[in-house]
């Protein structure tokens, strides 16, 4: 199952296995369901349930996880087929698709979830040129 945590709301931390969208929060032990009209709730959570939940990642991990978080600084596939770092300022949701909008030093444009990925280190690079990482010294 492909969760789009771009789509939780602000401060979702777990959400189901089997149903998607059904966002949960975990503050110090204490559980909150979200709804859509009252934000969130106070729940109860049995250890049962709790382990049909899938917790949010720490971290944007790349498309897998939907669009990056506004705020995050990642790399951008922008045009001439260059990937150029930026940051999200924004997600716009489009009748058929969710984008991001990213700013650079010089730019400013959209793209969808795969136009994203994190920013890659000098090693990363070198595995994709098939160039050597690391020093024999």
């Known amino acids: 199952m492909s969760i789009d945590w771009s789509k939780a709301p602000e401060g979702a ?3 189901t296995k089997v149903y ?5 929060r975990n503050d ?3 559980w909150y369901y979200h709804s859509p009209t009252f934000s969130w709730l106070p729940t ?3 250890e049962d349930w709790q382990k049909e939940l899938l917790i949010r990642p720490a971290e944007w991990r790349g498309p897998q ?3 990056p978080p506004v705020g995050v600084e990642v790399s951008c596939y922008g045009g001439g087929g260059e990937w150029k770092r930026g940051t999200i300022l924004a997600h716009v949701h489009g ?5 991001a909008i990213f700013q650079n030093d010089t730019d400013w444009s959209y ?6 990925r994190p920013i890659q280190t000098n090693r990363d690079a070198g ?3 098939g160039e050597p990482t690391c020093s024999t010294k």
């Open 20 to 24: 998607a969208g059904c966002w949960y």
């Open 127 to 129: 595995y994709r040129k």
């Open 44 to 46: 109860a959570m049995s």
């Open 13 to 15: 931390t777990h959400v």
């Open 111 to 116: 793209g969808a979830k795969d136009n994203f």
């Open 65 to 67: 996880d939907g669009l």
């Open 28 to 30: 110090e032990g204490a």
């Open 95 to 99: 009748p058929n698709r969710e984008q």
